[in-house]
């Protein structure tokens, strides 16, 4: 089947730098993303992976490892607005996204 | 401003009453999404549209119906409710099935007692 594994839940220290990772077995890929979502709110788009490697979009990064099944996302000088919860999504063979359950990101003053 | 709408935001409704979620997007997007979001899952897909007269299951279209009349309207119903139903829904559209970013409609959190 498929799968996508990422952290249910993380807490960082505002200013810090936090990890999210995200691990995935689907049929084929066409692709990565992460979203954003605030409590209550629609998920925003934050970054695509295709390729294997780092991509630098301001104070968020995100990486991939197709080998691996692997990316994570890096977010830098965390703010208190940076609390919410970080969705992990693949594009399978067929182009259906496959959604994690999502990580919550707490930060801490 | 480029965007999708959903309405109604909430809705709380009693068991076997059809209901209508509407969703629009203005910006010229061929594929439209329609997702629930439960607790500690993911979301979950329930039916998706490439095009106008285009439409296809999900993962869980079970008790869900969709229509595309219009390139941009999507409208989900539920013929008859049930406490199962009980969620989150987002609409979501994007250019196309291809890997492009989605945009997401507010939500509309229902409640089915």
Known sequence: GQNIDQPTEMTATEGAIVQINCTYQTSGFNGLFWYQQHAGEAPTFLSYNVLDGLEEKGRFSSFLSRSKGYSYLLLKELQMKDSASYLCAVMDSNYQLIWGAGTKLIIKP | ?113
Request: hydrophobic letters at 25%.
């Open chain 2, 1 to 113: 401003e480029a965007q999708v709408t959903q309405n109604p935001r909430y809705l709380i409704t009693v068991t076997g009453k059809k209901l209508t979620v509407t969703c629009s997007q203005n910006m010229n997007h061929e594929y439209m999404s329609w997702y629930r979001q439960d607790p500690g899952l993911g979301l979950r897909q329930i039916y998706y549209s490439m095009n106008v007269e285009v439409t296809d299951k999900g993962d869980v279209p079970e008790g869900y119906k969709v229509s595309r009349k219009e390139k941009r309207n999507f409208p989900l119903i539920l013929e008859s409710p049930s406490p199962n139903q009980t969620s989150l829904y987002f609409c979501a559209s994007s250019f196309s099935r291809e890997p492009y970013e989605q945009y997401f409609g507010p939500g509309t959190r229902l409640t089915v007692t």
